[in-house]
């Protein structure tokens, strides 16, 4: 703002230059401070809208896009009588009805637990495998060993220099689970993946018994040579199975998918006296519980969002209040700056054109009524009403009741009639919270298009309000230039006069000394 040349201030006057200087030019400071002021408001308002534009868009493009979606209303639910054997869900693509479902086997993996190795050196799964009994003098530059993981073949190596350890990671590589356990001193391998079409097989190359013998002392053979090492323990893969209906299905996990339905497998059904398994029933309907919950936490965000634009749009005036200079605030506490900003922020939306527009097509829009199959209806045909004026809070006229919701002490004594029309007619429902849902998105539509004020999206003039922002800063760019010329010409002056008074004081003292004084 000021300028950065050196000033002579006071050196023969005796004045306090800068101060008298601050107070010339503190009425042109004022202006700047004031200027400064609105761009703070500005920015806050930016933010104030930025934060409600980002709460209408989520309602806009998820909860409102989703209700206008039929699909949304088809969702079913199931239930089995005996949930030991299975656990089932059902998706919109399930059927009304009943079906009964057994559990013939579950999915499982194949696991080898490889024979003790009865070696010393086995205790240590860093020790080289060549000092394993049985190996040594088989193994010598290296042997080939065959696994086969499902429809897969490869060729694994082994040689001399590997440790327990490193047999282990072998097999990892190869796209099993493998570890070898020190205290037991055995090999754990498993496959990757449930199912028979997981099952692995590990045997010796045909190279003279060789790597059969390797094998045999790892405990990796199902013959096992029992002077260095036990017979393997192999349990093999299997695919789970389920009888639906009669029908028999198979699956290399215990899940399910079948017709809209979800099925886990749990355990293997009970045998009945006549040699079957025994059957427990699937019961699926539609879900009413689920379908309400939607349509509820719908009219949950609704009624934030017009909670919030009404309470912007109705604040108290703040009129007296101006945004603080740093002077100000250097004499108040953080919370009085704080609790005075607050205010300041509070009333910014007040009485907003934008927010008006947008308060009244939310409540237009949700007004509405429309004929679905013959029938008006209207949301209060649902039981979901606005409180009277009397019983509404402040700016909660605009918000939605549904009679009989539990959790609303305003209503939860009354009769749910919405929980009542979607069990016995939710076809009309679906329409008519379709016609509802629909319209408002289109009118949100319209209202946020792209145009010269506003981006794609924005409930309000985003960017006339930058552009304001933008004038603002260069408005305060030029007055502070202002100020600072107007400082340096009363410095200007100031140095005259000092230069002045230096010269007369020059001229008193040559003649004191041509006086001799």
Do not use: C, P
């Not at 004026?389 to 009989?404: K, P, Q, S, T």
Request: hydrophobic share 35%; net charge negative; proline share 0%.
């Amino acid at each position: 703002m000021s300028s950065n040349r050196i000033r002579m201030t006071g050196m023969v006057s005796g004045m306090d230059t800068e101060s008298i200087v601050s107070q010339l030019v503190q009425a042109k400071s004022v202006k700047v401070d004031k200027l400064k002021g609105e761009k703070q408001k500005i920015e806050w308002k930016q933010e104030i809208w930025k934060d409600l534009n980002s709460k209408m868009y989520s309602f806009y493009s998820k909860t409102l896009d989703n209700l206008r979606t039929k699909g949304s209303f088809n969702k079913m639910k199931a239930s089995i009588v005996d949930s030991s054997v299975a656990s089932v869900s059902a998706n919109s693509s399930a059927v009304t009805g009943t079906q009964t479902l057994a559990v013939k086997s579950l999915a499982k993996s194949g696991y080898v637990t490889g024979g003790k190795i009865n070696n010393a050196n086995a205790s240590k799964g860093d020790y080289s495998i060549a000092a394993i009994n049985g190996v040594g003098e088989n193994i010598g530059e290296g042997v080939d060993i065959n696994l086969k993981i499902g429809d897969k073949e490869q060729t694994l190596k082994l040689d001399s220099t590997m440790s327990l350890k490193d047999v282990a990671k072998v097999f990892s590589d190869a796209g099993l689970n493998a570890n070898y356990d020190e205290t037991n001193q055995r090999f754990f391998i498993s496959s990757k993946e449930s199912g028979a079409a997981a099952n692995f097989t590990i045997t010796a190359a045909d190279d003279g018994g060789k790597s059969q013998a390797v094998l045999d002392a790892l405990g990796l053979s199902e013959n096992g040579n029992s002077e260095y090492a036990g017979k393997w323990s192999k349990i093999e893969g299997q695919d789970a199975q389920i009888i639906l209906n009669g029908a028999e299905f198979s699956s290399s996990t215990n899940s399910f998918e079948i017709n809209g339905l979800s099925i886990t497998a749990q355990s293997v059904s009970a045998t009945g006296a006549d040699g079957n398994l025994v059957t427990t029933n699937v019961s699926t309907d539609k879900d009413v519980d689920a379908i309400y919950d939607m349509i509820k936490d719908f009219f949950k965000e609704y009624n934030d969002l017009i909670k919030e634009m009404d309470t912007k749009y109705n604040a108290e005036s703040a009129k007296d209040y101006n945004v603080l200079t740093d002077d100000e605030k250097s004499s108040m506490s953080e919370d009085e700056v704080e609790k005075w900003n607050d205010k300041i922020k509070g009333a910014l939306l007040r009485r907003d054109e934008s927010l008006g527009a947008n308060i009244n097509m939310f409540k237009d829009a949700m007004s509405q009524s429309f004929t679905v199959n013959g029938t008006n209806y209207s949301l209060s045909s649902f039981g979901i009403n606005t409180l009277s004026y009397f019983l509404a809070g402040d700016n909660e006229r605009g918000v939605f009741h549904i009679d009989g919701d539990k959790d609303d002490t305003n209503t939860s004594g009354q009769t749910d009639k919405l929980k009542a029309l979607i069990g016995s007619n939710l076809e009309d429902v679906t329409d008519f919270f379709y016609e509802l849902s629909n319209n408002l998105y289109k009118k949100i539509t319209e209202a946020t298009k792209h145009s010269d004020y506003r981006s794609v999206y924005s409930m309000y003039d985003d960017k006339t309000l930058q552009k304001e922002y933008n004038d603002m800063e260069s408005d305060i760019a030029d007055e502070e230039t202002k100020l600072g010329d107007l400082e340096d010409s009363y410095y200007d002056k100031f140095s005259a006069m000092e230069t002045a008074l230096a010269k007369l004081q020059e001229k008193q003292n040559a003649l004191g000394q041509l006086l001799g004084t």
